[in-house]
């Protein structure tokens, strides 16, 4: 009886265990050495799932009751990384904000993976530097050989890896998908890299199975729309393809697109008809309007027929809002349209309109930022000797500075320090009206006006007509 008694224990007792072992909820926690932000968001695809605050030892934690087993992202602003989460994962991140991916290291359950991810983006980012430099310069035998060495190496460490740890099947598959489709990229954006690098023309077939690899491809797996490689590889597959698929009708001359409308629309049409995941195309349709409309080099007409074409394929594309928005913002942006009344502020404190400095005369607005990041504080320096350098050959125009996203006292203390002239710099106090309303995407930004009516709104600061 005794006996059974403590058999009956040891299975209770496994049971419970088991319980514990298969539990769904997940703990993800961490350090954050030099913060930039207050919160921490954790992320599935483009969806967030929760956010915390640091505590004061700059550490934060989640616990959540389950998640979908994947790749996932945390967001520390401005910078964001990819954690893989499993059901029942207990892992730990630490990292210092002055080297947010080189300092990052995961412990706990499916370190393993994190750890492999993280160190294959950091050897990705050195090796694009001599892709660049070197590999694109290559036959296309050659090239082709160095990037499946690259491609082949990567696998034999996941394979090794796969030997030394437990690894569940979901996580091998993401890293081989992460790792093949990092070279496939490579190959889909060779022709045009090439070109620019050798003059050579164009080619779209290369070498016997250069594009091996297109045989299988499926663009309906749901995982892999957010897995930035797999993203960035279809972005230049569609390119690719459009552009030897219509190379004759869509009018190329020396080599170059010259009819992008014709040029994006065979893009929607291409992505309608071979992508069927519904947030791959949405994403995918985004990507194509967003480049298209941002270049600006367009004409109103043909934006026009660009954006009914973009509705009716997108119908209830969840970006449809975003791009409407963005295309009304371009058409006010149009030559011999009034700049827009946005308000920025003085040295005084006092809130002008934009239409109020560009009366009577001509203007040139650039734009700057005293973050120090990105090389902004080296920027400004350059911007402004370009403005000086173009204010002595042009007297007829007011160079106008416009800041964003800096302190007042910093944006002061730069503009003292760089002897501007004060009634000509004004600050915008919110960098998301700035860019919605005068479509800033780009720092060199330059718009020119005369009498307050637009004649670039699309130019920089080094290619400006003036």
Known sequence: ??????????????????????????FFAGEIVNPTSEYVVLLKDDIKIDSVKLDANNRFSF?????????????????YQYIYLEQGDSIQIRLNTMDFDESLVFTGDNDQINNFLISIFLSNEEEEKKIRSTYFKLDPAAFEH???????????????????????????????????????????????????????????????????????????????????????????????????????????????????????????SLIDSLVEEKNLKDNLFRNVAMEYLLKGADTEKNNEIFINDFLIRSQNNKHIGEIKELYEGIRNMQPQKEIPNLLVTDMEGNKVSLIDIAK???????????????GNKRYFKDVVKRANNLASTNKDYVFIGINYKTDAATWKGMIENSNLDKQYQFKAEDFDELAKTLIFHQRNKCIITDDAKIVDGFTTMWAANL
Not at 63 to 79: I, Q, R
């Open 1 to 26: 009886m005794n006996r059974n008694l403590f058999y009956l224990f040891l299975l209770i007792l496994a049971s419970c265990g088991k319980g514990v072992l298969e539990s769904p909820k997940v």
């Open 63 to 79: 616990e959540l009751d389950s998640v979908t087993n994947g790749l996932h992202n945390f967001s520390h602003a401005p910078e």
């Open 146 to 268: 160095k990037i499946e060495e690259l491609r082949s190496e990567k696998l034999n460490t996941l394979k090794q890896l796969t030997h030394e740890g437990e690894i569940s099947s979901e996580a091998l598959h993401l890293a081989e998908i992460s790792i093949n489709y990092t070279y496939y990229n490579y190959k889909e954006v060779y022709p045009f890299e090439h070109r620019k690098r050798t003059g050579n023309k164009l080619k779209s077939d290369l070498t016997k199975d250069f594009y091996a690899y297109r045989k299988d491809l499926n663009f309906n797996k749901e995982h892999l729309t957010y897995l930035k490689p797999y993203y960035n590889f279809v972005k230049s597959h569609f390119k690719n393809i459009s552009y030897f698929g219509c190379e004759k009708q869509c009018g190329v001359e020396d080599e170059k697109v010259i009819n992008q409308l014709h040029f994006n629309r065979h893009k929607l």
């Open 360 to 374: 009577n005369k001509k203007v040139a607005f650039y734009f700057w930022s005293g973050e120090n990041r990105g």
